[in-house]
């Protein structure tokens, strides 16, 4: 499993925030926001990422998180020249993806809570279970209409329909900025016409595993916490709530370092060489107490 963050777009719901900087490098809290996106990649076990952003903010990222060496990652970087719609991550990565499944997740959405839904969509994913190739993600809202809506039988997951702010939504479950495909996906995108506003619609490519009878849907429990962080309400929303955690718990939230080291992905010397190269201060101390606490 392969994965794609798809950081591009023009940022224009946090203007003028985002009027010299990528909203994906804005804080929540106290970490880059592309830091949410990229841990939950990890913590499904997925090594090697895409990362898709514009012509000026791609050298920003990567000055940011380089190769992904530092945390036993492999990143690497595509430019979307336009904002041609969400499903044109599939055709610009279609090199990287090659014949393997891959997870896309936007670079504004975090999650925070019991992540095993996803470990275990990637799990069930790769099995193929109830032969679905595709598969979405449902999170229950009191008010369905202001997002893409998924109608699903409990039991199995498979998807009945799927729309897109539905007047009369056909269930509470929204989806989230998260998807699972098979490697088809690319072919797929590559077939769709662009809707009225010029965008290889997401939701048109999924669309077409339901007609497959190819979709599956994985449902996210109430422990989880799911934040569309591209406004200014919700991004000071995702800052209180880690902050707010993170100091009554004394652990961080979205750590991609601390999420190495206990994935394995880095062993004790290559985490050792981390915090050498960490600027003296709370971040670094915090990855210090880790590796004290994990020798105690």
């Known amino acids: 499993m392969k994965g794609i963050i798809l950081a591009g ?5 946090l203007y003028p925030m985002t009027q010299i900087i990528s909203k994906q490098l804005l804080p929540i809290y106290d970490k880059p926001m592309i830091y949410y996106p990229l841990s939950l990649l990890m913590l499904g076990g997925i090594k090697e990422v895409l990362i898709i952003s514009t012509e000026r903010d791609t050298p ?3 000055t940011l998180l380089g190769d992904g060496t530092d945390i036993g990652m492999k990143l690497s970087y595509k430019v979307q020249t336009h904002p041609n719609g969400l499903a044109e991550a599939f055709i610009l990565g279609d090199e990287f993806i090659g014949k393997d499944d891959v997870t896309m997740i936007l670079g504004d959405n975090l ?8 470990r275990d969509a990637v799990v069930a994913h790769q099995k193929r279970t109830h032969g679905f190739n595709a598969r979405v993600f449902g999170y229950y809202v009191e008010d369905a209409r202001r997002y893409g809506v998924v109608e699903f039988e409990k039991q199995t997951g498979k998807v009945f329909s799927i729309e897109e ?3 009369e939504p056909r269930s509470n479950y929204a989806v989230p900025g998260l998807y699972i495909f098979d490697s088809r996906c690319v072919e797929r995108a590559k077939n769709q016409k662009p809707s009225k506003r010029g ?14 009878n190819e979709l599956g849907v994985t449902v996210i429990g109430r422990g989880v916490n799911w934040l ?3 406004t200014p309400d ?3 929303d995702a800052s209180q709530l880690i902050s707010t955690v993170q100091k009554r718990q004394g652990l961080m939230i979205g750590s991609i370092h601390e999420i190495a080291y206990r994935m394995n992905y880095l062993d004790s010397a290559q985490f050792g060489t981390l915090i050498a190269k960490t600027p003296k201060g709370p971040y670094r101390h915090y ?3 880790i590796v004290q606490e994990s020798t105690d």
Not at 9 to 13: A, D, F, L
Not at 111 to 118: E, L, N, R, T, V
């Open 9 to 13: 777009g023009s940022g224009t719901r």
């Open 60 to 62: 920003f990222i990567k």
């Open 111 to 118: 999650f925070y809570g019991d992540i095993s839904f996803f």
């Open 165 to 167: 702010k539905p007047l």
């Open 199 to 212: 965008e290889i619609e997401i939701v048109d490519l999924i669309k077409t595993y339901l007609a497959d």
């Open 228 to 230: 569309d962080t591209g």
């Open 234 to 236: 919700s991004l000071l």
């Open 287 to 289: 990855l210090e107490r």
